[in-house]
């Protein structure tokens, strides 16, 4: 079906390719859509929490070697600056690609209260479809946790303002342009299994519901989704490695990119550093990435032929 699926798109794109560039991308597309992780339902995380792993993506919600919870906090929380923000602030208001579990959520409405019991929290987050039977976190984020889980799609409490905006993530960014969410919490699967979710074509939406010193946060440092963050005049720097040797990346029109010489010499040089592009947001995701990994053979065929090491798409947590 792959190899139907390419010559298809060749065809209608009007591009010709080599019998051995076509075996190159099918071998690299079968890479990237094999589960990372068998099976589905309840395992237990490095740090005691649970997640869930999702026979759809074959992937688990929350990374499995780092632990849930940490993950949470060092991954998304603690570098999207929203703690310092509560300190001066009355109102923080945050932006979840990728519910989930409600994690991310969970934890970050808890640190907050720690530091401002009296912040206001505005919380705009994005799902395809709701899970059931979704593992509570264990106090002391339980609380808070079951609050979301009770409350869904839609509360008003205690100075928590939550909506959930339930189906499809590109059609659904448009109710929340001008939102001014001060970080953008990004945790869908990984692009190689949710590319919907990373084309430069989604993130130039989430762009428009961002405040202007807002910060992006995500487990993934993968370089089509770098590369597009510095199309959108996003300054991009690494966050702390947690559970692999692979940093994740904080990303804000206010900041200025603080990459190292190898990570900026990829994202000027390698044919893979190209955006995954959904220029109507309608775009089926295999269809999204066969149109990727075509480019980034086009551009490898430009350069000579060479071919650099294929870089592995980051695993990650939540769905839309």
Not at 246 to 270: C, D, H, M, Q, Y
Not at 291 to 304: F, I, P, S, T
Request: one cysteine or more; aromatic letters at 8%.
């Amino acid at each position: 079906m792959l190899a139907l699926k390419l010559d298809s798109y060749l065809l209608k794109a009007g591009i010709e390719l080599s019998h051995r560039s076509k075996e190159n991308i099918l071998r690299e597309l079968t890479a990237w859509l094999n589960p990372s992780a068998l099976g589905s339902g309840l395992v237990i995380t490095q740090d005691g929490s649970y997640t869930l792993v999702s026979s759809a993506y074959g992937e688990p919600y929350h990374s499995i070697s780092a632990g849930a919870i940490r993950e949470c906090l060092l991954k998304f929380v603690e570098p999207s600056t929203v703690l310092e923000r509560s300190k001066v602030k009355s109102e923080v208001k945050l932006l979840d690609i990728g519910f989930g579990l409600g994690y991310n959520l969970a934890v970050a409405i808890k640190h907050l209260r720690d530091i401002n019991p009296k912040v206001r929290i505005e919380i705009r987050s994005f799902e395809k479809e709701l899970l059931q039977d979704i593992p509570l976190l264990p106090e002391p984020y339980r609380q808070y946790h079951k609050l979301l889980l009770d409350g869904l799609p839609e509360l008003e409490k205690d100075g928590i303002s939550f909506k959930l905006l339930i189906g499809d993530a590109r059609q659904k960014i448009k109710e929340v342009e001008g939102f001014g969410a001060d970080a953008v919490f990004h945790d869908g699967f990984s692009p190689y299994r949710n590319p919907e979710l990373w084309s430069y074509d989604f993130l130039k939406e989430i762009k428009q519901a961002m405040a202007e010193d807002g910060f992006w946060v995500s487990y993934t440092s993968s370089l089509p989704v770098r590369k597009a963050l510095r199309m959108l005049s996003f300054g991009i720097a690494n966050s702390r490695s947690v559970g692999r040797k692979r940093s994740g990346t904080v990303a804000s029109l206010s900041l200025k990119e603080s990459l190292g010489p190898g990570e900026i010499e990829k994202l000027n040089s390698s044919p893979y550093a190209i955006p995954l592009r959904d220029e109507n947001l309608k775009m089926e995701p295999l269809e999204i990435l066969i149109d990727y990994r075509v480019r980034v053979e086009l551009l490898k065929v430009a350069q000579g032929g060479i071919e650099p090491p294929t870089p592995r798409f980051s695993a990650g947590c939540s769905t839309n």
